[in-house]
């Protein structure tokens, strides 16, 4: 079951007040897509993960704590160029404009940001854009140390398979799972190596279809 509560939140650029939703509770039931987007009933709770002001466009996983030093990338073309383009989802925009605060201030937070917004583009049947968020993703991801990424970079490398092929960029992961068929944390673990080898089929049929992890290891029936 998912819960939501309403909070008037401060917001930590402009001071106003904005009231937000905020998610109590909620679960998951089945398998996350190859990308870890999570399973219903939290995949629909994408609403609340951010936190937008309306009137300077602030935001954060929490309204009211600040971001140093954003107050230029709040005025900055990027932003404006996305809270003014009509054919952004509004939740997508609330991603793109986290992804802009995080750039070169944390590059996983950014990959990630970008990343939900192609999610919220798949949903609104938007392909370019949520192929456009993904060249993000990547360009933010790709280029991550095996020190940084918040997971290990073994998954994030899965991971990255997949963002590369549903932004049709076939090649590139196609050569990303044969670095990856080669490591011994994806040969070692039965998971890994099912999924990177139905990834190399889909990326030799051309195939930029969002697929879950169950159908990868053939659990889904």
Known sequence: MTTYATITKKCAH??????CDVLNSTNQFGSADLDLR??????????????????????????????????????SVAIQ???????????AKRFACFAELQRGRGAYESGEAALRAAWVCDDAELPELARAFRDQTIEALLPLPPSLGGEGQI????????????????????ELTTELSAEPGVRSNETLAAVIDFQNRLCSRRDDTGYTIATAVGEDG
């Open 38 to 75: 999570p399973p219903e009933m939290a995949r629909s709770t994408m609403e609340t993960w951010l936190q937008q002001c309306p009137h300077c466009h602030f935001v954060n996983t929490d309204l009211s704590e600040p971001i140093p030093d954003v107050g230029h990338l709040l005025e």
């Open 14 to 19: 402009c001071g106003a007040k904005v009231k």
């Open 155 to 174: 998954v994030l490398r899965v991971r990255l398979v997949d963002i590369l092929r549903r932004a049709n960029r076939f090649v590139e992961a196609a």
């Open 81 to 91: 160029r996305i809270m003014n383009d009509a054919a952004i989802p509004s939740l």
